[in-house]
T-cell receptor
Framework: NAGVMQNPRHLVRRRGQEARLRCSPM?????VYWYRQLPEEGLKFMVY????????ESGMPKERFSAEFPKEGPSILRIQQVVRGDSAAYFC?????????????FGSGTRLTVV | EDKVVQSPLSLVVHEGDTVTLNCSYE??????LLWYKQEKKAPTFLFML????IEKKSGRLSSILDKKELFSILNITATQTGDSAVYLC???????????FGKGTRLHILP
């Protein structure tokens, strides 16, 4: 049981580049959640996805950010034209079904630094 | 606006001390309150509390929920340096699928 796998662990991008963050949920988990953690801040919800569907994207910035969870492969969080304010740790969590909070498992995160 | 507020934001104690971390919340459609421990990487699950007055215990850690006063505490007795971490409180709602997190309490245990 490999747990929730996120890669890369660290990502450095220049302003204006694109950042692609990947998350492979735990085996058997079909629900994926993305959170962002700014320095000295708590985790802020961004988006909740099931396979091929975005269920709740109320926490996603309106521009430059997008997420997908295709039928095959990992979930991807994409940030276009990154700015310094996008620097943060991005965590993915997965669960086997809605409401199973005990099984809500986090990945180790991707630390994005925009220079 | 739904919110979860933790206090203190940071705490430094000596090994062997007992600490109490606080979490208050104002959310609609409360379902459960969760505590996580975050060291350098992923938050790890500690407790899920759904009923008032029932203490959950795991080794030196314990937690209790008061749904009338809308708060929870996390106690750690006989602290060890390995307890140094950020402790996150979060609330789960019936209506939505997202969990609302507090900013965390950064706990540092001095040897």
């Amino acid at each position: 049981n490999a747990g929730v796998m996120q890669n890369p662990r660290h990502l450095v991008r220049r302003r204006g580049q694109e950042a692609r963050l990947r998350c492979s949920p735990m085996k058997g988990h079909s629900h994926v959640y993305w959170y962002r953690q700014l320095p000295e801040e708590g985790l802020k919800f961004m988006v909740y996805l099931q396979k091929e569907n975005i269920i709740d994207e109320s926490g996603m910035p309106k521009e430059r950010f997008s997420a997908e969870f295709p039928k095959e492969g990992p979930s991807i969080l994409r940030i276009q034209q990154v700015v310094r304010g996008d620097s943060a740790a991005y965590f993915c969590a997965s669960s086997p079904y809605v409401g199973e909070r005990r099984g809500y498992t986090f990945g180790s995160g991707t630390r994005l630094t925009v220079v | 606006e739904d919110k979860v507020v933790q206090s203190p934001l940071s705490l430094v104690v000596h090994e062997g001390d007992t600490v109490t971390l606080n979490c208050s919340y104002e959310v609609t459609n409360f379902r459960s309150l969760l505590w996580y421990k975050q060291e350098k990487k992923a938050p790890t699950f500690l407790f899920m509390l759904t009923s008032s007055g029932i203490e959950k215990k795991s080794g030196r850690l314990s937690s209790i929920l008061d749904k009338k006063e809308l708060f929870s505490i996390l106690n750690i007795t006989a602290t060890q340096t390995g307890d140094s971490a950020v402790y996150l409180c979060a609330v789960d709602q019936n209506r939505d699928d997202k969990i609302i997190f507090g900013k965390g309490t950064r706990l540092h245990i001095l040897p």
